[in-house]
Protein backbone atom coordinates (compact mmCIF):
# COMPACT_ATOMS: atom_id res chain seq x y z
CA UNK A 1 0.00 0.00 0.00
CA UNK A 2 1.42 3.46 -0.89
CA UNK A 3 2.26 5.42 1.99
CA UNK A 4 0.00 8.77 2.47
CA UNK A 5 -0.18 11.86 4.81
CA UNK A 6 -3.71 12.23 4.52
CA UNK A 7 -5.38 12.07 7.63
CA UNK A 8 -9.11 11.44 6.60
CA UNK A 9 -10.94 12.55 9.98
CA UNK A 10 -8.43 15.77 9.57
CA UNK A 11 -10.12 16.24 5.75
CA UNK A 12 -13.56 15.72 6.71
CA UNK A 13 -13.30 18.97 9.84
CA UNK A 14 -12.09 21.29 7.51
CA UNK A 15 -14.75 20.39 4.57
CA UNK A 16 -17.27 20.69 6.85
CA UNK A 17 -16.15 24.32 7.54
CA UNK A 18 -15.27 25.04 3.38
CA UNK A 19 -17.91 27.75 3.18
CA UNK A 20 -16.39 29.61 5.52
CA UNK A 21 -12.58 30.26 4.72
CA UNK A 22 -13.37 33.60 3.37
CA UNK A 23 -15.48 34.96 6.08
CA UNK A 24 -13.09 36.88 8.17
CA UNK A 25 -15.65 36.61 11.19
CA UNK A 26 -16.50 33.09 10.49
CA UNK A 27 -14.70 29.90 12.13
CA UNK A 28 -11.70 30.91 9.70
CA UNK A 29 -11.11 34.07 12.18
CA UNK A 30 -8.27 33.20 13.98
CA UNK A 31 -6.56 32.80 10.71
CA UNK A 32 -7.28 35.45 9.40
CA UNK A 33 -6.14 37.74 12.19
CA UNK A 34 -2.74 35.80 12.24
CA UNK A 35 -2.48 36.06 8.54
CA UNK A 36 -0.56 39.17 8.48
CA UNK A 37 1.94 37.81 10.55
CA UNK A 38 2.96 35.37 8.89
CA UNK A 39 2.63 37.18 5.50
CA UNK A 40 4.99 39.97 6.63
CA UNK A 41 7.63 37.10 7.93
CA UNK A 42 7.39 35.34 4.52
CA UNK A 43 7.81 38.32 2.55
CA UNK A 44 10.42 39.95 4.45
CA UNK A 45 12.50 36.44 4.27
CA UNK A 46 11.81 36.39 0.26
CA UNK A 47 13.09 39.95 0.04
CA UNK A 48 15.95 39.41 1.72
CA UNK A 49 17.00 35.66 0.28
CA UNK A 50 15.98 36.55 -3.59
CA UNK A 51 17.47 40.14 -3.54
CA UNK A 52 14.10 41.19 -3.83
CA UNK A 53 13.27 45.41 -4.20
CA UNK A 54 10.82 45.51 -1.41
CA UNK A 55 9.42 48.77 -2.75
CA UNK A 56 8.47 47.01 -6.17
CA UNK A 57 4.78 46.53 -6.97
CA UNK A 58 5.32 42.33 -8.24
CA UNK A 59 8.96 42.00 -6.46
CA UNK A 60 8.41 38.01 -6.57
CA UNK A 61 8.18 37.96 -10.58
CA UNK A 62 9.45 34.88 -11.54
CA UNK A 63 9.13 32.82 -8.12
CA UNK A 64 7.54 29.62 -8.09
CA UNK A 65 5.97 29.30 -4.73
CA UNK A 66 4.08 25.98 -3.65
CA UNK A 67 1.34 26.80 -0.50
CA UNK A 68 0.82 22.61 1.41
CA UNK A 69 -2.40 22.67 2.62
CA UNK A 70 -3.48 25.80 1.01
CA UNK A 71 -7.30 25.77 2.64
CA UNK A 72 -9.31 28.85 0.59
CA UNK A 73 -5.88 30.37 -0.83
CA UNK A 74 -5.48 32.97 2.11
CA UNK A 75 -1.89 33.11 1.25
CA UNK A 76 -1.90 32.14 -2.42
CA UNK A 77 -3.97 35.25 -3.30
CA UNK A 78 -1.87 37.88 -1.53
CA UNK A 79 1.59 36.17 -2.86
CA UNK A 80 -0.01 36.10 -6.55
CA UNK A 81 -0.51 39.64 -6.20
CA UNK A 82 2.96 40.28 -4.95
CA UNK A 83 4.40 38.46 -8.53
CA UNK A 84 4.70 35.17 -7.19
CA UNK A 85 3.54 32.17 -10.01
CA UNK A 86 1.83 30.19 -7.26
CA UNK A 87 0.59 26.26 -6.96
CA UNK A 88 -2.00 25.75 -3.85
CA UNK A 89 -2.77 22.40 -3.01
CA UNK A 90 -5.08 21.13 -0.63
CA UNK A 91 -6.35 17.10 0.22
CA UNK A 92 -9.98 18.12 0.88
CA UNK A 93 -11.48 18.52 -2.81
CA UNK A 94 -14.24 21.36 -1.53
CA UNK A 95 -11.38 23.98 0.12
CA UNK A 96 -9.98 23.81 -3.59
CA UNK A 97 -13.22 24.37 -4.96
CA UNK A 98 -13.54 27.54 -3.12
CA UNK A 99 -10.00 28.45 -3.30
CA UNK A 100 -11.09 28.00 -7.27
CA UNK A 101 -13.88 30.76 -6.55
CA UNK A 102 -12.39 33.08 -4.83
CA UNK A 103 -9.44 33.77 -6.82
CA UNK A 104 -12.08 33.64 -10.33
CA UNK A 105 -14.02 36.38 -8.72
CA UNK A 106 -10.62 38.72 -7.40
CA UNK A 107 -9.19 37.81 -11.24
CA UNK A 108 -6.11 36.05 -10.32
CA UNK A 109 -4.37 33.18 -11.36
CA UNK A 110 -3.65 30.43 -9.26
CA UNK A 111 -2.74 26.90 -9.71
CA UNK A 112 -5.00 25.16 -7.52
CA UNK A 113 -4.84 21.01 -7.25
CA UNK A 114 -6.34 18.37 -5.10
CA UNK A 115 -3.06 16.52 -4.34
CA UNK A 116 -0.45 15.89 -1.87
CA UNK A 117 3.14 16.78 -1.30
CA UNK A 118 4.00 13.06 -1.79
CA UNK A 119 2.40 13.28 -5.58
CA UNK A 120 3.78 16.07 -6.34
CA UNK A 121 7.34 14.69 -5.64
CA UNK A 122 6.63 11.77 -7.67
CA UNK A 123 5.71 13.66 -10.31
CA UNK A 124 8.98 15.27 -10.04
CA UNK A 125 8.05 18.80 -9.24
CA UNK A 126 10.07 21.57 -7.62
CA UNK A 127 9.72 25.10 -6.00
CA UNK A 128 11.64 28.02 -4.97
CA UNK A 129 9.71 28.54 -1.83
CA UNK A 130 7.67 25.75 0.01
CA UNK A 131 4.91 27.18 2.69
CA UNK A 132 4.16 24.22 4.84
CA UNK A 133 2.22 26.41 7.62
CA UNK A 134 -0.48 24.86 9.96
CA UNK A 135 -0.64 21.65 8.19
CA UNK A 136 2.00 19.20 9.78
CA UNK A 137 -0.32 19.19 12.95
CA UNK A 138 -2.82 17.73 10.98
CA UNK A 139 -1.19 15.04 8.73
CA UNK A 140 -0.36 11.20 8.91
CA UNK A 141 3.18 10.26 8.99
CA UNK A 142 5.00 13.31 9.89
CA UNK A 143 8.27 12.54 8.73
CA UNK A 144 6.89 11.58 5.07
CA UNK A 145 4.97 15.22 5.42
CA UNK A 146 8.24 17.04 5.93
CA UNK A 147 10.60 14.54 3.80
CA UNK A 148 7.91 15.24 0.69
CA UNK A 149 7.66 18.96 1.00
CA UNK A 150 11.51 19.59 1.67
CA UNK A 151 12.04 17.54 -1.41
CA UNK A 152 9.73 19.70 -2.94
CA UNK A 153 12.31 22.32 -2.31
CA UNK A 154 14.79 23.67 -5.42
CA UNK A 155 18.15 23.99 -4.52
CA UNK A 156 18.47 27.70 -3.20
CA UNK A 157 15.21 27.64 -2.19
CA UNK A 158 13.21 28.12 1.32
CA UNK A 159 11.02 26.28 3.24
CA UNK A 160 8.45 27.76 5.59
CA UNK A 161 6.60 26.06 8.14
CA UNK A 162 4.32 27.24 10.91
CA UNK A 163 2.66 24.94 13.51
CA UNK A 164 2.25 25.03 17.10
CA UNK A 165 4.83 24.21 20.26
CA UNK A 166 3.72 21.13 22.23
CA UNK A 167 4.21 22.54 25.49
CA UNK A 168 2.00 23.02 28.93
CA UNK A 169 1.18 26.60 27.41
CA UNK A 170 0.01 25.34 24.03
CA UNK A 171 -2.47 23.23 25.57
CA UNK A 172 -4.16 25.92 27.99
CA UNK A 173 -4.18 28.58 25.25
CA UNK A 174 -4.41 27.18 21.99
CA UNK A 175 -6.80 24.39 23.04
CA UNK A 176 -8.72 24.85 26.38
CA UNK A 177 -8.53 28.53 25.72
CA UNK A 178 -9.03 28.79 21.74
CA UNK A 179 -11.21 26.10 21.70
CA UNK A 180 -13.32 25.82 24.87
CA UNK A 181 -13.24 29.25 26.32
CA UNK A 182 -13.06 31.87 24.29
CA UNK A 183 -14.90 29.71 21.23
CA UNK A 184 -11.84 31.57 18.82
CA UNK A 185 -11.99 27.23 16.87
CA UNK A 186 -14.55 24.63 16.78
CA UNK A 187 -13.65 21.86 19.64
CA UNK A 188 -11.60 19.40 18.56
CA UNK A 189 -9.56 21.63 15.66
CA UNK A 190 -6.26 20.49 17.38
CA UNK A 191 -5.18 17.34 18.96
CA UNK A 192 -1.96 18.43 21.48
CA UNK A 193 -0.42 14.95 21.12
CA UNK A 194 -0.21 16.02 17.59
CA UNK A 195 1.64 19.48 18.15
CA UNK A 196 5.34 19.39 17.54
CA UNK A 197 8.61 21.28 19.38
CA UNK A 198 10.91 23.29 17.39
CA UNK A 199 13.90 20.78 18.30
CA UNK A 200 11.34 18.30 16.20
CA UNK A 201 10.48 19.99 13.31
CA UNK A 202 14.02 21.34 13.14
CA UNK A 203 15.57 18.15 13.32
CA UNK A 204 12.95 16.66 10.24
CA UNK A 205 14.19 19.94 8.64
CA UNK A 206 17.94 18.86 8.75
CA UNK A 207 17.48 15.01 8.51
CA UNK A 208 15.80 15.90 5.06
CA UNK A 209 18.77 17.73 3.64
CA UNK A 210 18.07 21.71 4.51
CA UNK A 211 19.59 24.27 6.70
CA UNK A 212 17.53 26.50 9.67
CA UNK A 213 18.85 29.73 8.91
CA UNK A 214 15.50 31.50 11.13
CA UNK A 215 13.18 31.14 13.64
CA UNK A 216 10.44 33.02 15.55
CA UNK A 217 7.45 32.57 18.06
CA UNK A 218 3.82 34.30 17.45
CA UNK A 219 2.17 35.68 20.17
CA UNK A 220 -1.21 37.31 20.46
CA UNK A 221 -1.58 41.17 21.94
CA UNK A 222 -5.10 41.04 23.35
CA UNK A 223 -5.25 45.08 24.16
CA UNK A 224 -4.03 46.00 20.06
CA UNK A 225 -6.39 42.61 19.02
CA UNK A 226 -2.97 41.15 16.85
CA UNK A 227 -0.64 38.88 16.83
CA UNK A 228 2.77 39.98 16.86
CA UNK A 229 6.74 37.94 15.92
CA UNK A 230 8.50 37.33 19.15
CA UNK A 231 11.32 35.69 20.93
CA UNK A 232 8.58 33.54 22.65
CA UNK A 233 8.29 30.04 20.81
CA UNK A 234 5.95 28.42 23.73
CA UNK A 235 2.68 28.52 21.58
CA UNK A 236 2.90 28.92 17.78
CA UNK A 237 6.33 29.45 15.91
CA UNK A 238 7.88 30.06 12.53
CA UNK A 239 11.19 28.24 10.76
CA UNK A 240 12.65 29.13 7.88
CA UNK A 241 15.01 26.59 6.01
CA UNK A 242 17.15 26.81 2.99
CA UNK A 243 18.22 23.93 0.64
CA UNK A 244 21.87 24.79 -0.59
CA UNK A 245 22.32 25.33 -3.87
CA UNK A 246 25.01 22.34 -3.94
Known amino acids: MTRSTVNDAEI ?10 WDPSGKFKPLHKFNPVRLTYIRDNLLAHFGRDAHGLRP ?24 ASVTGIDAAERNIAIAEIHAEQAGLDIDYRT ?11 SYDVVLNMEVVEHVDDVPLYMKSCADLVA ?12 TARSWALAVIGAE ?17 TPEEITAQLRRNGLSVTGQTGVVFH ?20 ERPKS
Open 12 to 21: AKFTAMAEEW
Open 60 to 83: FEGLRVLDVGCGGGLLCEPLTRLG
Open 115 to 125: TTSEALVAAGE
Open 155 to 166: PGGLMFTATLNR
Open 180 to 196: YILRWLPRGTHDWNKFL
Open 222 to 241: PLADEWRMSPDMGVNYMVLA
